[in-house]
């Protein structure tokens, strides 16, 4: 399979197999993130539900972290530790989000939070797809990163390959290893769990002969391991776009909808890079109709509606 195809079907077995949120192309990094995860699950905690319940999209980073709280209204300018402005667009993306409420007094913009943030998530695990490992590119080295930086609790690769002895020994030990066919995960090696909750190593910048490191505490490991799920938790992993184009088709892997065939091509395919005028098969026509949010909802603990977000549309016209 091509890599795409790979990854929206492995995407798709892990959502049927498990009760966790499945996302795709995430930074992966707690300074630098050139490192890019292919694949993210997290594992629901505890209080899942009332996450769930506050908002279907991502939560802005910054005002998760704000001193905002649940009591008393206070100016955004002492909530929320920016310049005037950007504080301002965080609150108000917040507000959208469902996570804030915004009042005017006296000309002044005011914010607290609609709910505490919950304790949501448990284990998060990082999946590097490599379909064909007969063309590795730099994967030992990805995967030394994600091991030396510990920003998720388990590392996996993914393959398509058979997995030899050759290869088990150019992949770090504490990593992974599942074979996926295109419609069932075999587990050929369990990951270690890594070291969180201390500092890590994580490379900033290369240049050549030599490169700059930096070592994160466990502190600032845990906010972007926050940051990183909650951005799982708005994604997802199907494809924004649905082609307009005439040989586009909504194409089912391991039971979920949300992925585009193309009939030219024969297989399927990225909308996002590979479709448009660019395209030497595309002839324009209405996109065919897909509800990707719906069956997220229905395949998934994730809620396409929840109160919180009601709760916003009703109060939020006054800052219009």
């Not at 704000?66 to 993306?93: C, K, L, M, T, W």
């Not at 990082?126 to 030992?140: F, H, I, R, S, T």
Request: hydrophobic share 35%.
């Amino acid at each position: 399979m091509r890599e795409f195809a790979f990854e929206v079907s492995l995407c798709a077995r892990l959502e049927a197999d498990r009760e966790a949120v499945v996302a795709r192309q995430l930074g992966g990094g707690v300074r630098a993130n050139r490192r890019v995860l292919d694949t993210v699950l997290v594992e629901p905690g505890p209080e899942f539900g009332e996450r769930a319940a506050i908002t279907a999209g991502t939560i802005p980073p910054a005002a998760i972290e704000s001193d905002a709280g649940p009591g008393r209204f206070r100016p955004v300018a002492e909530a929320i530790d920016a310049p005037p402005g950007r504080a301002r667009r965080i609150a108000e993306r917040a507000a959208e989000a469902g996570f804030f409420e915004l009042d005017r007094r006296s000309g002044r913009l005011y914010v607290r939070q609609v709910a505490r943030y919950p304790d949501w998530f448990e284990e998060v695990v990082g999946v590097e797809n490599k379909p064909d490992l007969g063309e590795p590119g730099d994967l030992a080295t990805q995967l030394r990163k994600d091991v030396s930086l510990g920003l998720v609790d388990r590392a996996v690769l993914a393959t398509e390959s058979h997995v030899t002895g050759a290869h088990r020994n150019r992949i770090p030990d504490p990593v992974g290893i599942w074979r996926f066919d295109g419609e069932q995960v075999e587990v050929v090696r369990e990951p270690t769990p890594l070291d969180t909750g201390g500092p890590g190593v994580e490379i900033v910048e290369r240049h050549p002969g030599r490169a700059v490191v930096r070592i994160p505490t466990g502190e600032e490991k845990a906010r972007a391991r926050r940051r990183l799920a909650e951005r799982a938790y708005g994604k997802g992993w199907r494809p924004d776009e649905v082609p307009a184009c005439a040989h586009a088709r909504n194409a089912e892997r391991n039971g979920a909808t949300g992925i585009t065939g193309c009939e030219w091509k024969g297989r399927v395919v990225d909308p996002g890079e590979e479709c448009g005028p660019a395209c030497p098969g595309y002839e324009p026509a209405s996109p065919p109709e897909a509800d990707p949010d719906a069956d997220r909802e229905r395949r998934t603990p994730w809620v396409a509606d929840p109160e919180g977000r009601k709760r916003r549309q009703a109060g939020l016209d006054r800052f219009g």
